[in-house]
């Protein structure tokens, strides 16, 4: 799996845990202060994120960075 893959797996875990929290974009993109389109951008595999700006990602959606490295990891395996 190339880097873009393995992104686009991050941005559709993300995106899936977001909705799993009830949230749309633009209530993420609040709580981090950030335009709806930095979000958008990260779950649609355009952008990158760093580690802290996935900690916040984490924190904004209400999970912990561990649940979404080891769910990340898992979605990587599964291929």
Request: proline residues 1%; aromatic residues 4%.
């Amino acid at each position: 799996m190339d880097k873009q893959q393995r992104r686009a797996k991050l941005g559709d875990l993300l995106a899936s845990m977001r909705l799993a929290a009830g949230l749309n974009q633009a209530d993420v993109a609040a709580r981090l202060g950030k335009p709806q389109s930095f979000v958008s951008k990260y779950e649609s595999a355009e952008r990158r994120v760093d580690l802290s700006d996935l900690e916040e990602i984490a924190t904004a959606i209400g999970v912990s960075l561990e649940d979404v490295v080891a769910q990340y990891r898992e979605a990587v395996d599964a291929g």
